[in-house]
Structure formats: C-alpha cells, structure tokens
C-alpha cells in the first residue's frame, strides 16, 4: 500500500486544517491507520489512530477536544480534521498502517507504507 499525506500549510494560531492520507495499492479497509507527527529535533509521535473500519479511535492528550480523526473506505482516505491549531502543532505530520499489532498503537514502530509527511505551521 501507498499511502500520501496532503492538506497542510502556514495557518495563525486558532485557524483550522485538515489533513489526508490518501491510498493505493492493497485493500485500504484491511487497516488501522495512525496519524504521527514530528517537529524540529524530536522524534516522531502519536496523534491519532483509527481502526480499520473506523469504529474505534483515539487520539492524543495534547489535541483532545481539537483533532479528530475520520476515514472513508469508499474513497481510501484517513482525514485529520485539526482545529483550534497551536504553535506546539508545527511539524510534520505523517500518516502510516499499522503492520505490528502487539503492543501499544502509539509507538511509530508498529507502523509502516509511511507517506511523505506534510508540513504543518501555526504562527502565534
């Protein structure tokens, strides 16, 4: 599977964006998807996650409340619909299958076909 992450940009604090992870290749809906991000000198982490048929999510403590997470099988896409957007959001954001399912979705590792990442920065 091929997946490509689009929908970022320069936004001011408190705007909005919402970001695609758009599919190819192998049967999309066979997979739980995660949503990771990475700033300047730190190492990738956990957003959010949806399972393969979108009945189960999660997202990260620190975009409760302002991040959801969305997928649409017809169409072979994962959304991250980002609002009320924060200068601690600028990075980029990556979105990846899940291929390992012991332990914990959080971690980056169980997760591969990772796209390009799309940067995202807020301006204060």
């Known amino acids: 599977v091929q997946l490509q992450a689009s929908g970022g940009g320069l936004v001011q604090a408190g705007g909005s964006l919402r970001l695609s992870c758009a599919a190819s290749?192998?049967?999309?809906?066979?997979?739980?998807v995660g949503w990771f991000r990475q700033g300047p000198g730190k190492e990738r982490e956990f957003v959010a996650r949806?399972?393969?048929?979108?009945?189960?999510?999660d997202v990260d403590d620190s975009v409760k409340g302002r991040f959801t997470i969305s997928r649409d099988n017809a169409k072979n896409t994962v959304y991250l619909q980002m609002n009320s957007l924060k200068p601690e959001d600028t990075a980029v954001y990556y979105c990846?299958?899940?291929?390992?399912?012991?332990?914990?979705?959080?971690?980056?590792?169980?997760?591969?076909?990772w796209g390009q990442g799309t940067q995202v920065t807020v301006s204060s």
């Open positions: 290749g192998r049967t999309f809906s066979d997979y739980a």
């Open positions: 990846g299958v899940r291929i390992n399912h012991s332990g914990s979705y959080r971690l980056p590792e169980k997760y591969g076909y």
């Open positions: 949806i399972s393969w048929g979108g009945g189960s999510l």
